[in-house]
Protein backbone atom coordinates (compact mmCIF):
# COMPACT_ATOMS: atom_id res chain seq x y z
CA UNK A 1 0.00 0.00 0.00
CA UNK A 2 2.69 2.52 0.90
CA UNK A 3 4.44 1.95 -2.73
CA UNK A 4 1.23 2.94 -4.19
CA UNK A 5 0.96 6.41 -2.06
CA UNK A 6 2.77 8.16 -4.17
CA UNK A 7 1.09 7.24 -7.59
CA UNK A 8 -1.97 7.82 -5.85
CA UNK A 9 -1.38 11.28 -4.60
CA UNK A 10 0.34 12.28 -7.93
CA UNK A 11 -3.31 11.55 -9.89
CA UNK A 12 -5.10 13.03 -7.26
CA UNK A 13 -3.05 16.56 -7.27
CA UNK A 14 -3.29 16.61 -11.91
CA UNK A 15 -6.71 15.74 -11.19
CA UNK A 16 -7.14 18.72 -8.38
CA UNK A 17 -4.61 20.59 -10.95
CA UNK A 18 -7.48 20.56 -13.60
CA UNK A 19 -10.46 21.17 -11.57
CA UNK A 20 -9.29 23.92 -9.49
CA UNK A 21 -12.22 26.58 -10.11
CA UNK A 22 -11.42 29.56 -12.28
CA UNK A 23 -15.05 30.77 -12.99
CA UNK A 24 -16.19 31.96 -9.57
CA UNK A 25 -15.63 35.42 -10.02
CA UNK A 26 -17.42 35.63 -13.50
CA UNK A 27 -20.87 34.92 -11.57
CA UNK A 28 -23.39 37.14 -13.20
CA UNK A 29 -21.51 37.84 -16.00
CA UNK A 30 -22.93 37.69 -19.67
CA UNK A 31 -21.72 37.40 -23.31
CA UNK A 32 -24.06 39.62 -26.05
CA UNK A 33 -23.91 39.16 -30.14
CA UNK A 34 -24.48 42.73 -31.10
CA UNK A 35 -26.35 44.08 -33.93
CA UNK A 36 -27.85 46.73 -35.67
CA UNK A 37 -25.71 49.46 -37.28
CA UNK A 38 -21.56 49.30 -37.28
CA UNK A 39 -20.54 51.34 -34.56
CA UNK A 40 -17.28 53.01 -32.69
CA UNK A 41 -19.63 52.92 -29.39
CA UNK A 42 -18.10 49.13 -28.32
CA UNK A 43 -14.73 50.15 -28.66
CA UNK A 44 -14.80 53.41 -26.66
CA UNK A 45 -16.58 50.91 -23.85
CA UNK A 46 -13.83 48.46 -24.12
CA UNK A 47 -11.51 51.08 -23.80
CA UNK A 48 -13.83 52.64 -20.55
CA UNK A 49 -13.33 49.54 -19.14
CA UNK A 50 -17.56 49.10 -19.30
CA UNK A 51 -17.57 46.09 -21.75
CA UNK A 52 -14.98 43.16 -23.15
CA UNK A 53 -14.56 42.76 -26.66
CA UNK A 54 -14.60 38.79 -27.64
CA UNK A 55 -15.29 38.86 -31.25
CA UNK A 56 -13.78 41.96 -33.45
CA UNK A 57 -16.04 41.21 -36.35
CA UNK A 58 -17.50 44.31 -37.26
CA UNK A 59 -20.74 43.16 -38.25
CA UNK A 60 -21.51 40.78 -35.27
CA UNK A 61 -19.74 41.40 -32.21
CA UNK A 62 -19.99 39.10 -29.21
CA UNK A 63 -18.87 40.95 -25.88
CA UNK A 64 -18.73 40.03 -22.16
CA UNK A 65 -20.20 42.49 -19.53
CA UNK A 66 -20.02 42.54 -15.81
CA UNK A 67 -23.23 41.90 -14.05
CA UNK A 68 -22.12 46.19 -12.25
CA UNK A 69 -21.95 47.41 -16.18
CA UNK A 70 -25.12 45.58 -17.68
CA UNK A 71 -27.37 48.14 -17.34
CA UNK A 72 -25.43 51.26 -18.15
CA UNK A 73 -24.46 49.81 -21.12
CA UNK A 74 -27.55 48.23 -22.58
CA UNK A 75 -28.51 51.78 -21.81
CA UNK A 76 -26.00 53.01 -24.32
CA UNK A 77 -26.01 50.81 -26.95
CA UNK A 78 -29.68 51.00 -27.53
CA UNK A 79 -28.82 54.97 -27.27
CA UNK A 80 -26.54 54.52 -30.13
CA UNK A 81 -29.00 52.25 -31.92
CA UNK A 82 -27.37 49.00 -31.48
CA UNK A 83 -29.64 45.91 -30.62
CA UNK A 84 -28.39 43.21 -28.53
CA UNK A 85 -28.90 39.14 -27.55
CA UNK A 86 -28.30 37.88 -24.82
CA UNK A 87 -25.64 34.06 -25.61
CA UNK A 88 -25.06 33.46 -22.22
CA UNK A 89 -26.38 34.66 -18.73
CA UNK A 90 -24.39 33.65 -16.24
CA UNK A 91 -21.31 33.05 -17.46
CA UNK A 92 -19.72 31.37 -14.38
CA UNK A 93 -22.26 28.39 -14.84
CA UNK A 94 -21.23 27.71 -18.59
CA UNK A 95 -18.05 28.03 -17.44
CA UNK A 96 -18.60 25.41 -14.83
CA UNK A 97 -20.49 23.36 -17.66
CA UNK A 98 -18.16 23.33 -20.17
CA UNK A 99 -15.11 22.43 -17.69
CA UNK A 100 -17.40 19.54 -15.79
CA UNK A 101 -17.98 18.49 -19.52
CA UNK A 102 -14.01 18.23 -20.25
CA UNK A 103 -13.61 16.31 -17.37
CA UNK A 104 -16.25 13.58 -18.16
CA UNK A 105 -14.31 13.77 -21.81
CA UNK A 106 -11.10 12.68 -20.69
CA UNK A 107 -12.12 10.56 -17.80
CA UNK A 108 -14.22 8.28 -20.59
CA UNK A 109 -11.45 8.25 -23.08
CA UNK A 110 -9.25 6.83 -20.15
CA UNK A 111 -6.19 7.27 -21.88
CA UNK A 112 -4.14 10.30 -20.93
CA UNK A 113 -1.06 11.66 -21.71
CA UNK A 114 1.39 12.26 -18.51
CA UNK A 115 3.77 15.18 -18.00
CA UNK A 116 5.56 15.08 -15.19
CA UNK A 117 9.27 16.84 -13.74
CA UNK A 118 11.23 13.65 -14.49
CA UNK A 119 9.38 12.66 -17.93
CA UNK A 120 7.67 15.16 -20.10
CA UNK A 121 8.48 13.80 -23.55
CA UNK A 122 5.80 15.38 -25.97
CA UNK A 123 3.49 18.23 -25.32
CA UNK A 124 -0.09 17.38 -24.06
CA UNK A 125 -2.63 17.38 -26.90
CA UNK A 126 -5.91 16.08 -24.67
CA UNK A 127 -5.62 19.24 -21.65
CA UNK A 128 -4.36 22.51 -21.74
CA UNK A 129 -0.78 22.53 -20.46
CA UNK A 130 -0.44 24.16 -17.33
CA UNK A 131 3.17 26.44 -16.67
CA UNK A 132 5.11 24.06 -14.80
CA UNK A 133 4.26 20.99 -17.48
CA UNK A 134 5.33 23.42 -20.02
CA UNK A 135 8.71 23.85 -18.74
CA UNK A 136 9.27 20.19 -18.24
CA UNK A 137 8.44 19.50 -21.48
CA UNK A 138 11.11 22.34 -22.66
CA UNK A 139 13.64 21.65 -20.21
CA UNK A 140 13.63 17.77 -21.94
CA UNK A 141 13.86 18.53 -25.53
CA UNK A 142 16.51 20.80 -24.42
CA UNK A 143 18.21 17.56 -22.96
CA UNK A 144 17.39 15.25 -25.65
CA UNK A 145 18.52 17.44 -28.36
CA UNK A 146 21.07 19.18 -27.41
CA UNK A 147 22.87 21.58 -29.10
CA UNK A 148 20.72 21.15 -32.32
CA UNK A 149 18.03 22.56 -29.48
CA UNK A 150 19.01 25.55 -26.59
CA UNK A 151 17.01 26.62 -24.19
CA UNK A 152 17.22 29.84 -22.29
CA UNK A 153 15.34 32.35 -20.10
CA UNK A 154 15.60 36.04 -21.26
CA UNK A 155 13.37 37.53 -18.64
CA UNK A 156 11.31 36.90 -15.53
CA UNK A 157 7.49 37.74 -15.41
CA UNK A 158 6.25 40.49 -12.82
CA UNK A 159 5.55 37.01 -10.40
CA UNK A 160 9.06 35.75 -11.10
CA UNK A 161 8.24 33.11 -13.46
CA UNK A 162 10.69 32.40 -16.47
CA UNK A 163 10.08 33.83 -20.20
CA UNK A 164 11.37 30.65 -22.36
CA UNK A 165 13.00 31.32 -25.69
CA UNK A 166 14.00 27.45 -27.44
CA UNK A 167 15.96 28.02 -30.37
CA UNK A 168 15.80 25.58 -32.75
CA UNK A 169 19.32 26.14 -34.79
CA UNK A 170 19.93 25.79 -38.48
CA UNK A 171 22.65 24.11 -39.99
CA UNK A 172 23.59 27.13 -42.16
CA UNK A 173 25.48 30.09 -40.80
CA UNK A 174 24.07 32.90 -41.87
CA UNK A 175 20.63 31.93 -41.64
CA UNK A 176 17.33 33.47 -41.64
CA UNK A 177 15.45 33.86 -38.29
CA UNK A 178 11.79 33.07 -37.85
CA UNK A 179 10.19 34.34 -34.37
CA UNK A 180 6.95 32.32 -32.90
CA UNK A 181 5.23 33.95 -29.97
CA UNK A 182 2.74 32.39 -28.17
CA UNK A 183 0.78 32.67 -25.17
CA UNK A 184 0.68 36.71 -25.25
CA UNK A 185 -3.17 36.64 -23.79
CA UNK A 186 -3.69 34.77 -21.03
CA UNK A 187 -7.35 33.61 -21.92
CA UNK A 188 -6.16 32.29 -25.30
CA UNK A 189 -4.75 28.58 -23.96
CA UNK A 190 -5.08 27.69 -27.83
CA UNK A 191 -2.24 29.77 -28.18
CA UNK A 192 0.70 28.18 -26.45
CA UNK A 193 -0.94 24.75 -27.33
CA UNK A 194 -0.16 25.44 -30.70
CA UNK A 195 3.15 26.80 -30.40
CA UNK A 196 3.92 23.96 -28.64
CA UNK A 197 2.69 21.82 -30.82
CA UNK A 198 4.79 24.08 -33.72
CA UNK A 199 7.98 23.34 -31.60
CA UNK A 200 7.65 19.67 -31.46
CA UNK A 201 7.20 19.66 -35.33
CA UNK A 202 10.03 21.50 -35.92
CA UNK A 203 12.54 19.84 -33.20
CA UNK A 204 11.96 16.02 -33.91
CA UNK A 205 11.89 15.25 -37.19
CA UNK A 206 9.44 16.86 -39.41
CA UNK A 207 10.85 19.73 -39.45
CA UNK A 208 14.30 18.65 -40.81
CA UNK A 209 13.82 19.98 -43.86
CA UNK A 210 13.44 22.92 -42.76
CA UNK A 211 16.91 23.79 -41.57
CA UNK A 212 17.66 26.12 -43.47
CA UNK A 213 16.07 28.61 -40.91
CA UNK A 214 16.91 29.18 -37.23
CA UNK A 215 13.78 29.03 -34.95
CA UNK A 216 13.23 30.91 -32.27
CA UNK A 217 9.70 30.42 -30.22
CA UNK A 218 8.55 32.01 -26.91
CA UNK A 219 5.94 29.81 -26.37
CA UNK A 220 4.48 31.22 -23.50
CA UNK A 221 4.72 35.03 -22.94
CA UNK A 222 2.13 35.70 -20.44
CA UNK A 223 2.71 32.94 -17.60
CA UNK A 224 1.61 34.87 -14.71
CA UNK A 225 -1.74 35.43 -16.58
CA UNK A 226 -1.84 32.43 -18.29
CA UNK A 227 -1.81 30.33 -14.52
CA UNK A 228 -4.36 32.84 -13.30
CA UNK A 229 -6.48 31.60 -15.77
CA UNK A 230 -6.63 28.41 -13.73
CA UNK A 231 -6.43 29.14 -10.35
CA UNK A 232 -8.72 33.12 -10.26
CA UNK A 233 -10.35 34.14 -13.64
CA UNK A 234 -11.01 31.95 -16.73
CA UNK A 235 -11.17 34.56 -18.60
CA UNK A 236 -8.15 36.78 -18.04
CA UNK A 237 -6.26 38.60 -20.41
CA UNK A 238 -3.62 40.56 -19.38
CA UNK A 239 -0.22 40.36 -17.41
CA UNK A 240 -0.75 40.81 -13.53
CA UNK A 241 1.10 43.86 -12.79
CA UNK A 242 -0.44 45.35 -9.45
CA UNK A 243 -1.74 49.05 -10.53
CA UNK A 244 -2.95 50.34 -7.38
CA UNK A 245 -0.71 53.16 -7.87
CA UNK A 246 -2.36 53.80 -11.23
CA UNK A 247 -5.69 55.37 -10.32
CA UNK A 248 -7.56 52.06 -9.45
CA UNK A 249 -6.70 48.64 -7.83
CA UNK A 250 -7.46 46.64 -11.23
CA UNK A 251 -4.80 43.94 -12.01
CA UNK A 252 -2.72 43.89 -15.13
CA UNK A 253 -1.71 45.27 -18.60
CA UNK A 254 -2.50 44.20 -22.04
CA UNK A 255 0.83 43.15 -23.49
CA UNK A 256 -0.09 43.61 -26.70
CA UNK A 257 -0.75 46.89 -26.54
CA UNK A 258 2.39 47.63 -24.43
CA UNK A 259 4.84 47.71 -27.15
CA UNK A 260 6.38 50.92 -28.60
CA UNK A 261 4.89 51.50 -32.14
CA UNK A 262 1.99 54.40 -32.56
CA UNK A 263 1.75 53.33 -28.80
CA UNK A 264 -1.70 54.47 -27.65
CA UNK A 265 -3.87 53.79 -30.75
CA UNK A 266 -6.60 51.25 -30.21
CA UNK A 267 -5.87 51.24 -26.24
CA UNK A 268 -6.42 52.45 -22.70
CA UNK A 269 -5.00 54.13 -20.84
CA UNK A 270 -7.40 53.14 -18.02
CA UNK A 271 -6.37 50.70 -15.95
CA UNK A 272 -9.09 48.54 -15.44
CA UNK A 273 -9.55 48.42 -19.63
CA UNK A 274 -9.00 44.86 -21.27
CA UNK A 275 -6.91 46.58 -23.61
CA UNK A 276 -4.91 48.76 -21.27
CA UNK A 277 -1.46 50.29 -22.57
CA UNK A 278 0.53 50.41 -19.56
CA UNK A 279 1.47 53.32 -17.59
CA UNK A 280 5.01 53.58 -20.75
CA UNK A 281 5.94 51.32 -23.77
CA UNK A 282 7.78 48.27 -22.58
CA UNK A 283 6.97 48.93 -18.98
CA UNK A 284 6.24 45.65 -18.36
CA UNK A 285 8.84 42.65 -18.23
CA UNK A 286 7.51 40.15 -19.87
CA UNK A 287 7.45 42.44 -23.00
CA UNK A 288 10.96 43.93 -22.49
CA UNK A 289 12.33 40.36 -22.40
CA UNK A 290 10.74 39.96 -25.70
CA UNK A 291 11.76 42.49 -27.78
CA UNK A 292 15.25 42.86 -26.19
CA UNK A 293 15.55 39.12 -27.07
CA UNK A 294 14.07 39.64 -30.68
CA UNK A 295 16.51 43.03 -31.22
CA UNK A 296 19.54 40.40 -30.44
CA UNK A 297 18.61 38.70 -33.90
CA UNK A 298 17.98 41.56 -35.65
CA UNK A 299 19.30 42.18 -38.87
CA UNK A 300 18.59 38.33 -39.55
CA UNK A 301 14.87 38.39 -38.44
CA UNK A 302 12.71 37.46 -41.61
CA UNK A 303 9.39 37.07 -39.96
CA UNK A 304 7.03 37.35 -36.64
CA UNK A 305 4.38 34.80 -36.22
CA UNK A 306 2.09 35.55 -33.70
CA UNK A 307 -0.66 33.12 -32.06
CA UNK A 308 -3.68 34.26 -30.65
CA UNK A 309 -7.55 33.47 -30.78
CA UNK A 310 -10.20 33.41 -32.01
CA UNK A 311 -11.26 34.02 -35.41
CA UNK A 312 -9.74 31.78 -37.61
CA UNK A 313 -8.32 35.48 -39.56
CA UNK A 314 -4.17 35.70 -40.49
CA UNK A 315 -3.62 39.31 -39.70
CA UNK A 316 -0.80 41.23 -41.41
CA UNK A 317 0.22 45.00 -40.73
CA UNK A 318 -0.85 47.03 -40.04
CA UNK A 319 -3.01 47.63 -37.15
CA UNK A 320 -2.53 50.82 -36.11
CA UNK A 321 -4.34 52.57 -39.54
CA UNK A 322 -6.16 51.64 -42.10
CA UNK A 323 -4.98 54.54 -44.24
CA UNK A 324 -1.93 53.28 -44.75
CA UNK A 325 -0.72 49.53 -46.54
CA UNK A 326 2.36 47.92 -45.17
CA UNK A 327 5.32 48.22 -48.14
CA UNK A 328 5.11 45.02 -49.47
CA UNK A 329 1.49 44.06 -49.21
CA UNK A 330 1.06 42.03 -52.06
CA UNK A 331 4.04 39.32 -51.01
CA UNK A 332 2.22 39.54 -47.30
CA UNK A 333 -1.43 38.76 -49.03
CA UNK A 334 -0.09 35.95 -51.54
CA UNK A 335 2.58 34.08 -48.62
CA UNK A 336 -1.16 34.67 -46.40
CA UNK A 337 -2.78 32.71 -48.79
CA UNK A 338 -0.70 29.91 -48.98
CA UNK A 339 -1.28 29.62 -45.41
CA UNK A 340 -4.61 29.41 -45.67
CA UNK A 341 -5.08 26.77 -48.67
CA UNK A 342 -2.52 24.64 -46.49
CA UNK A 343 -4.45 25.11 -43.04
CA UNK A 344 -7.65 24.41 -45.49
CA UNK A 345 -6.49 21.61 -46.87
CA UNK A 346 -5.81 19.36 -43.50
CA UNK A 347 -9.79 19.98 -42.00
CA UNK A 348 -11.09 21.89 -44.58
CA UNK A 349 -11.12 24.80 -41.61
CA UNK A 350 -11.40 28.26 -43.41
CA UNK A 351 -8.53 30.82 -42.36
CA UNK A 352 -9.43 34.49 -43.87
CA UNK A 353 -6.49 36.74 -44.40
CA UNK A 354 -7.38 40.34 -43.54
CA UNK A 355 -5.21 43.53 -43.01
CA UNK A 356 -5.23 44.00 -39.02
CA UNK A 357 -7.01 47.18 -38.73
CA UNK A 358 -8.83 47.46 -42.32
CA UNK A 359 -10.62 43.93 -41.81
CA UNK A 360 -10.99 44.08 -37.93
CA UNK A 361 -10.41 47.08 -35.72
CA UNK A 362 -7.41 49.33 -34.75
CA UNK A 363 -4.27 48.46 -32.48
CA UNK A 364 -1.51 49.49 -31.82
CA UNK A 365 1.48 48.76 -29.34
CA UNK A 366 0.93 45.10 -30.81
CA UNK A 367 3.96 42.65 -31.41
CA UNK A 368 3.82 42.46 -35.24
CA UNK A 369 2.75 46.44 -36.14
CA UNK A 370 6.11 46.82 -33.86
CA UNK A 371 8.60 43.86 -35.57
CA UNK A 372 7.45 44.74 -39.00
CA UNK A 373 7.90 48.57 -38.02
CA UNK A 374 11.37 48.02 -35.70
CA UNK A 375 12.82 44.97 -36.83
CA UNK A 376 14.34 43.50 -40.30
CA UNK A 377 10.88 41.10 -40.32
CA UNK A 378 9.70 41.07 -43.92
CA UNK A 379 6.98 39.20 -42.62
CA UNK A 380 4.79 39.63 -39.44
CA UNK A 381 1.47 37.82 -39.20
CA UNK A 382 -0.96 37.41 -36.20
CA UNK A 383 -2.94 34.07 -36.44
CA UNK A 384 -5.91 34.49 -35.21
CA UNK A 385 -6.62 30.75 -34.33
CA UNK A 386 -9.82 28.29 -34.04
CA UNK A 387 -12.88 28.76 -34.06
CA UNK A 388 -15.47 31.14 -35.19
CA UNK A 389 -17.11 31.62 -32.16
CA UNK A 390 -18.92 29.19 -30.92
CA UNK A 391 -16.22 28.76 -27.94
CA UNK A 392 -14.25 31.24 -28.38
CA UNK A 393 -11.58 31.41 -25.46
CA UNK A 394 -13.49 28.64 -24.00
CA UNK A 395 -12.17 26.39 -27.06
CA UNK A 396 -12.29 22.71 -25.08
CA UNK A 397 -9.41 20.91 -25.67
CA UNK A 398 -10.17 18.33 -28.16
CA UNK A 399 -9.45 21.10 -30.54
CA UNK A 400 -6.23 21.35 -29.92
CA UNK A 401 -4.38 18.02 -32.23
CA UNK A 402 -6.18 19.07 -35.09
CA UNK A 403 -5.40 23.05 -34.87
CA UNK A 404 -1.70 21.77 -34.40
CA UNK A 405 -2.04 19.78 -37.71
CA UNK A 406 -3.58 22.51 -40.07
CA UNK A 407 -1.32 25.36 -38.76
CA UNK A 408 1.66 22.75 -38.96
CA UNK A 409 0.51 22.24 -42.31
CA UNK A 410 -0.14 25.91 -43.62
CA UNK A 411 2.93 26.80 -41.41
CA UNK A 412 5.00 24.97 -43.87
CA UNK A 413 3.66 26.82 -46.76
CA UNK A 414 4.63 30.00 -45.39
CA UNK A 415 8.42 28.59 -45.22
CA UNK A 416 7.74 27.42 -48.75
CA UNK A 417 7.00 30.41 -49.87
CA UNK A 418 9.48 32.98 -48.09
CA UNK A 419 13.14 33.89 -48.42
Known amino acids: MHKMLPLLLTTLLACYRQTEGSYQYLAGHQIWKLGGKESALPGQLMADGLLDILDHSRKLQQVRVAPHHIDRVSELLQKDGISYEILVDDLASHVEGIENSERRRRDVSGNHQTCTESHCPEPLTDVYMRFDQMEWYLKQLNETHYPNVSLSSIGKSHENRDIW ?30 AFGLISKLATGDGAKYNDFDFFLAPMANPDGYEYTFTGDRMWRKNRRANS ?17 KFGVGASNYPCSEVYMGPSPFSEPET ?30 WGWTSQEEAENKDELVRVGQAFAEGAREIHNHDYDVVNSAGGLYYASGATDDWAYSETSARYAYTLELRDKGERGFLLTSEAIKPSIEEVWNGFQKILQNIG
Open 245 to 261: HQRSNCYGVDLNRNWDF
Open 288 to 317: KALKDAMLERNGSLLMLFSLHSYGQDLLYP
Open 165 to 194: LLHIKSNKPDARAIWIEGGIHARERISPAV
